[in-house]
């Protein structure tokens, strides 16, 4: 079977395992969601502050969405009823949005996926809430230089796994957990497809990237052990050790010389503080 598969607007595309090579119109679609998904982002920022709750930032979330004109991918996958996943603190990533506040020295993370005419722009950042005491802002500025670092290795000729060597290494050098339950995805027209992006990895393996991939690199950083724990309610993933955890996410596209970033902040709003 062929592990890739050229796919133009007129072709029904399956969640069948293959890893899609898009075109022109692709690259056109996934710069306009992920804008969006960036724009998104952004207005976040100055919200996110001690006392307020994070369902009202997922209403926020839906509104900018809708108003954007996508639907918040979120809504109804698999059961899930919000429009965004706010985690907190020792929740490593599917926080759902609660009557819960956020308060001074949380960190936060929120993930957004508008579908925007068919394309999925899939990406998080980390918030501060208020004061945050050094060695968690340490930890979320190390998990932004993770993503980035993975960036770097997304280029035609390299494996997958030398994104998550990457990460892996620089995580690890800080004494730092790399979370192995989630994965990056192959991003599209489809939510979650192939192939996985994994987080940790040994160089040189996994698929050959190749123009026109596209995918998601999204490391979850532990301050302590890697293992997570899922809470009952199915969907809530926390450090099983309760140290804090933070997580950045990208929708990339790769070209034939490196790739882009769709989701990258209008504003520059890359990293906090914002
Ligand atoms: N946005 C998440 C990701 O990065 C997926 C969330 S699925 C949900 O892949 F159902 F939990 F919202
Ligand atoms: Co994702
Ligand atoms: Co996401």
Not at 173 to 197: I, K, M, N, T, W
Not at 239 to 253: K, M, N, V
Request: proline share 6%; charged share 20%; glycine share 12%.
């Amino acid at each position: 079977m062929n592990q890739y598969q050229t796919v133009t607007d007129s072709d029904v595309i399956l969640r069948d395992g293959t890893i899609k090579l898009h075109g022109p119109e692709g690259f056109e679609g996934m710069r306009r969601a992920g804008k969006l998904a960036a724009e998104i982002l952004d207005a976040l920022a100055p919200l996110v502050k001690p006392g307020v709750t994070t369902a009202t930032l997922d209403d926020v979330v839906r509104q900018l969405t809708i108003e954007g004109g996508a639907v918040p991918a979120t809504l109804g996958y698999r059961g899930y009823a919000h429009s965004s996943c706010i985690s907190i603190n020792h929740v490593v990533c599917h926080g759902i949005p609660s009557e819960k506040t956020l308060k001074d020295g949380d960190i936060v993370n929120i993930d957004v996926t508008p579908l925007l005419d068919g394309w999925h722009g899939d990406s998080s950042r980390m918030y501060l809430v208020g004061d945050v005491p050094l060695k968690a802002r340490k930890l979320v500025d190390v998990t932004y230089e993770c993503l980035m670092l993975g960036i770097a290795q997304a280029k035609p000729g390299n494996r997958i796994g030398d994104i998550g060597a990457a990460i892996q290494r620089h995580a690890e050098s800080q004494r730092y957990g790399v979370v192995r339950e989630f994965c990056g995805h192959g991003v599209g027209r489809l939510f979650h497809d192939a192939p996985e992006v994994v987080h940790a990895a040994r160089a040189g393996t996994g698929p050959v990237l190749k123009p026109g991939m596209f995918f998601t690199i999204e490391p979850m950083i532990n301050l302590g052990r890697p293992p997570v724990k899922l809470l009952e309610d199915g969907w809530t993933a926390v450090t099983r050790d309760r140290s804090l955890s933070a997580q950045f996410e990208h929708s990339i596209g790769i070209t034939e010389d490196g790739c882009e970033i769709f989701t990258a902040s209008p504003q520059g709003l890359h990293k906090p503080p914002y």
